[in-house]
């Protein structure tokens, strides 16, 4: 199951050795990991970091409540509290990424290790269910993961819009054999929290994604094989496209492919 | 299946032969019936309405972020519109409702059969998902409806706190076969929006409810026979509460038994 998901990965590093999601995020604030979270910790649930000032709060609040598919919410901080007491008890929001990016005006300013610096006290963090969250379940359920990488597409399915956010869906892929998309479909239907079941299966055109093999993000291979089909699944970083889009005055998310590792086990978002 | 439902109700009123959700609404709206929802437009979801200003609604929405079990938020709408645009396009929050309750400081002030006297532009509507949503579902599986009214509860499980709002949640309850409640389980958590599965399954006591035969609020009988086990639901009263106990300037509610009926099909809320 780890060789499935983490083919590409060089696995040398001590923090691979650590099942403990507290001490993975202890190595990661002491500077000793600055890499993807894929792999860490494996079976605690990672997620979507996105920090605005607590004036953009409700409206990113308000657009993820009228799109809960790509922006399910798992957990809002009070302003200016670092510490997401849900999930992560114990963590540190500013500290515990390997690497973070802030934004001013919908542009790109720096891409820290943390963000002490940037720190003020009417941040609100948003942590939003990300797909790795239901791998797992897939795996054991018979459904090969021949993604490597991340494959997220821009689509023309328009959010509802929230106050000064509106813009269209990301989505993520993956390829498959159709009775695994079958199976695909309701393995991740336990995991609402984190997305759910596809928002679309077969061709990418239908959704307005016009060359498969050039994703808007990411980087990889769906390792696509004769008779797979294509599905796809509201993205998470889809919030962070409505932030960037509003050209919020501030806001800070984690960098591609290193989010949050929380305490909490992947299973416990399974509704059943 | 209306009869279980509704043996208790007087059906010779013709909004019972109304089956569009929208006349049903402009019945009421032109004041032709004040009286329960329950029964009316069978197969739409009806949803609990609690109404705050603004400067309120960003310590709500994160109580029911916080708290999706018994505040599972289906809309908000925008400060000062009265259309829940989402779930019901057409229809006023001012008007619709058969009656409403009006609070100052925690204090029942008035209950209206409109409120058109009392809206203000900074007001948000909260729609919050109903358990008489899965009753449908329930029957069809094979569940009895025993029970003829409504029986809520004030549990001690307390809620997590948001912002200026903690409480206990409060819940509903009904009594049937522990083999029926099996299946209840199943049923409903396919309906994770309209609270899911119940809370607790026997005895009483053990979330705090110290005399099942006095409900904190409502009336009617649960009809527990002999055999019977105790079911207990996260209950959508429950954001109306935190708004009570946290003695909110100004709060609008809907009277009970009397919420708003929605376009949205029961089904439509199953997510399988």
């Not at 515990?96 to 802030?102: A, E, K, S």
């Not at 919908?106 to 940037?118: F, I």
């Not at 106050?163 to 390829?175: D, E, H, I, P, T």
């Not at 393995?187 to 299966?201: K, L």
């Amino acid at each position: 199951m780890s060789l499935a998901l983490h083919s590409a990965i060089d696995r040398s590093h001590p923090i691979y050795q650590e099942s403990d999601p507290r001490k993975v995020r202890e190595m990661i604030r002491r500077g000793e990991w600055t890499g993807s979270t894929r792999g860490l910790a494996m079976g605690h649930t990672q997620v979507n970091l996105i920090i605005v000032p607590r004036s953009d709060a409700y409206d990113m609040m308000l657009l993820c409540q009228r799109n809960p598919r790509p922006c399910p919410l798992l957990e809002v901080t009070d302003a200016g509290d670092p510490e997401p007491r849900i999930m992560a008890p114990g963590a540190d929001l500013r500290t515990d990424l390997p690497r973070y990016r802030v934004f001013r005006h919908g542009e790109l300013v720096d891409e820290p290790t943390d963000v002490l610096s940037y720190w003020r006290d009417d941040l609100v963090g948003f942590l939003v269910g990300c797909s790795m969250t239901f791998e797992g379940a897939l795996l054991a359920a018979g459904v090969p993961l021949r993604k490597v990488g991340a494959l997220v597409y821009r689509t023309n399915i328009p959010l509802r819009p929230a106050g000064r956010f509106r813009c269209n869906m990301g989505v993520s892929m993956m390829a498959m054999p159709v009775d695994k998309a079958i199976r695909a479909v309701q393995v991740t239907t336990r995991f609402p929290g984190v997305h759910g079941a596809p928002i679309h299966i077969g061709d990418p055109a239908a959704i307005g994604i016009k060359d498969i093999e050039r994703p808007d993000w990411g980087t990889g291979t769906a390792n696509f094989q004769p008779g797979d089909t294509y599905l796809f699944w509201p993205c998470g970083v889809t919030p962070v496209l409505a932030g960037l889009e509003a050209r919020l005055e501030f806001m800070i998310t984690h960098a591609p492919a290193t989010v949050l590792v929380t305490n909490m086990r992947d299973e416990a978002l399974s509704i059943m």
